[in-house]
């Protein structure tokens, strides 16, 4: 069971590139989620699904997009990076309801330069 | 809006001593709280959580947390730190139709 995977770990882009951060989760989980971490900011979130074709901003939506196609892939796409998404990306998981866990990914650390 | 308020950036105990790492959250109905640990260049690990009844929740590792709807706390607590407990502590809530809320954490650093 691999729980959540995401891809890759590391990542440097320059400032008007774009890439997709990949998520995956095979515990047949509804609930997928996306969290930025920069240092004394905590964990904010960017956006969420709570099922297949359905998504939602979050706390800091802008310059990202989702899209869930499938339960198991929730991908984040950066259309221009800035230096301002230099962060620490986090996807995380859980079944629907609100009292379930999340389970987390090992993140992927971005520099956009 | 629900919030999560960590007060302590930072803390420093010594191995073997007792630890209590404060959280106070801000919601109107009756939350959902947790503590998750991360340690350095890894995923948050869910330690414990409440949802309802006894209000003192024991979690993995040694540590447990008490809800005090009064004080609007849910503060973890650890008997003995040990050196392997030195990570960044986070705290968070949700309720019924909200996606999780965490706090800003809070370093520990375990000194011999």
């Known amino acids: 069971n691999a729980g959540v995977t995401q891809t890759p770990k590391f990542q440097v882009l320059k400032t008007g590139q774009s890439m997709t951060l990949q998520c995956a989760q095979d515990m047949n989980h509804e609930y997928m989620s996306w969290y930025r971490q920069d240092p004394g900011m905590g964990l904010r979130l960017i956006h969420y699904s709570v099922g297949a074709g359905i998504t939602d901003q979050g706390e800091v939506p802008n310059g990202y997009n989702v899209s869930r196609s499938t339960t198991e892939d929730f991908p984040l796409r950066l259309l221009s990076a800035a230096p301002s998404q230099t962060s620490v990306y986090f996807c995380?998981?859980?079944?629907?309801?609100?009292?379930?866990?999340?389970?987390f990914g090992n993140g992927t650390r971005l520099t956009v330069t | 809006a629900q919030s999560v308020t960590q007060p302590d950036i930072h803390i420093t105990v010594s191995e073997g001593a007792s630890l209590e790492l404060r959280c106070n959250y801000s919601y109107g109905a009756t939350p959902y709280l947790f503590w998750y640990v991360q340690s350095p260049g890894q995923g948050l690990q869910l330690l414990l959580k409440?949802?309802?009844?006894?209000?003192l929740v024991q979690g993995i590792k040694g540590f447990e947390a008490e809800f005090k709807r009064s004080q609007s706390s849910f503060n973890l607590r650890k008997p003995s730190v040990h050196w392997s407990d030195a990570a960044e502590y986070f705290c968070?809530?949700?309720?019924?139709?909200?996606?999780?809320?965490f706090g800003k954490g809070t370093r520990l650093s375990v000194i011999a």
């Open positions: 409440y949802f309802s009844g006894d209000t």
């Open positions: 995380a998981s859980r079944l629907f309801s609100y009292n379930s866990p999340l389970h």
């Open positions: 968070a809530v949700s309720s019924g139709n909200t996606p999780l809320v």
